[in-house]
């Protein structure tokens, strides 16, 4: 009993001092994709698609008619079946949420979607049953370039704006998760009040990038998603890993295991196949990639032609939980960093994140090739790439080879079993000695490729121009 009533007094404390701790969401401008736009098709769309709006609205509506809609409005090119039969899943899925919107809960203003302390009481000691969502969630998973973000965010910008559903980059949730744990520490379950918060704020949660390659991250997930999952939280997540294959040879593996079976059983896995890589049919060579050494005087007159008048000097910016990142040089938003001192130092995404909410440019001096000797700087790298392409920052950088080149003695395990063996012919001076066989940074590696190209292009450019300009203050 007097446990229960510490508990007790430990929420009435909670509910009476924690501020919610709100995700930042993230929202990209979608890509333009290529699926098919016949005749045919459109009929279909037009028949599949019969849902209407919670709040009465007759005219359909969902992803796949704001699909039909930018088809015949000229605004998406020919092209992907793949992409077609994810966008039918996102439909249904909408439209299960649409007809079952009361059960989950989604509207943030219905009184059944306000939680109180006593409902709260009441489900966690004296009818401690599960409230899981009666619609199953979605994992999309795939090659890079196949549309796996730009159908996710087709499929939010048209959900309803009462709905409590969030749309974050994974790499933001797992911050927020984390610093969430450190505020609620010494609490006898600290996820199970994290779940509780976050379902209070979002029950449709969408995950951009789900990828896991923290032993840290790997031990709460399967916790912290059972607690989510029997909150009535509906996962829609895109990944390049299938689930059977995320943390894949992580430490402590077993553990993350049951996770893995839980999302299977409350998401419909689908995969995006596709022989082409949108990204890479931006115009290339826009940018401001410089290839070769003893460059960097190009790249410093490049930046000060950035910057214009304002002079540079060394800034600090916090980062993440009063922790400083010290800058080199900066102004007018943008910075400039050897590589050494952004990816040989014990810097992470929350690093990076805090960066680029002050600076939307970045001037990378010397990016060396990867491989075996520099596999931490590697990892570090691919995650900078992930965060500054998610906050649509420009990159300027001087390096040894062209993207494509700097990974290539990245390789998975699947790869090097395929890499023929030593001869007689070919002898050991010949062997890739540096090949790092690493299956994280081999499936990260023609992500970060295509996204230093397609950053490196005219398209590119123009949406960061744009996106700078509303960002100004009109006058």
Request: aromatic share 8%.
């Amino acid at each position: 009993m007097r446990s229960l009533l510490f508990s007790l007094r430990r929420v009435s404390l909670l509910s009476r001092h924690h501020q919610p701790h709100a995700f930042s969401p993230i929202r990209n401008p979608l890509i333009p994709i290529n699926p098919t736009s016949s005749l045919n098709y459109l009929l279909y769309a037009s028949s599949f698609s019969s849902s209407s709006h919670p709040n009465g609205d007759a005219k359909v509506a969902g992803p796949l008619v704001e699909y039909e809609r930018r088809i015949v409005a000229g605004e998406l090119l020919d092209g992907d079946l793949c992409q077609l039969g994810t966008l039918r899943e996102l439909q249904r899925l909408y439209d299960e949420l649409v007809q079952s919107s009361d059960a989950c809960r989604l509207d943030r203003y219905s009184a059944s979607a306000k939680p109180t302390r006593s409902n709260w009481f009441w489900n966690k000691f004296v009818s401690p049953h599960s409230s899981v969502s009666p619609v199953k969630g979605l994992y999309l998973y795939g090659g890079v370039g196949t549309g796996k973000t730009m159908l996710m965010d087709l499929f939010f910008h048209q959900l309803p704006s009462s709905w409590r559903a969030q749309r974050i980059h994974f790499h933001n949730f797992m911050l927020s998760v984390h610093s969430r744990l450190q505020m609620h520490k010494g609490l006898e379950d600290p996820l199970e009040v994290v779940g509780l918060e976050i379902a209070d704020e979002a029950i449709l949660l969408c995950l951009d990038e789900f990828m896991v390659n923290d032993v840290a991250d790997a031990l709460i997930l399967n916790r912290l998603f059972r607690h989510l999952f029997n909150n009535g939280i509906v996962l829609v997540a895109t990944s390049n890993r299938a689930p059977d294959n995320l943390y894949e040879r992580g430490l402590q593996r077993d553990l993350f295991l049951p996770f893995i079976a839980s999302l299977k059983e409350r998401c419909v896995v689908r995969e995006i196949g596709s022989s082409v890589d949108y990204r890479k049919l931006t115009s290339a060579e826009e940018g401001f990639y410089f290839i070769g050494n003893d460059i960097s005087g190009l790249l410093k007159q490049k930046f000060q032609q950035l910057v214009g008048d304002e002079p540079a000097g060394p800034q600090v910016v916090e980062v993440v939980m009063g922790r400083k990142l010290q800058v080199p040089l900066a102004a007018n938003g943008c910075a400039y960093f050897l590589f050494e001192e952004l990816c040989d130092r014990p810097l992470g995404a929350a690093d990076y994140l805090g960066l680029f909410k002050k600076f939307h440019t970045l001037a990378l001096e010397g990016v060396p090739m990867f491989g075996l000797h520099n596999r931490t700087a590697a990892y570090r790298f691919v995650t900078l790439v992930d965060v500054m392409y998610e906050t649509k920052a420009r990159l300027l950088c001087t390096a040894e080879g062209s993207p494509l080149e700097l990974l290539e003695s990245i390789v998975t395990i699947s790869d090097a079993q395929q890499i023929a063996p030593r001869t007689s012919s070919r002898s050991r001076k010949s062997d890739d000695i540096d090949l790092c066989v690493d299956n994280e940074l081999g499936f990260a590696k023609e992500r970060t490729i295509s996204r230093l190209t397609e950053m490196n292009s005219k398209e590119y450019l123009e949406q960061h121009s744009t996106m700078l300009q509303e960002k100004q203050p009109s006058l």
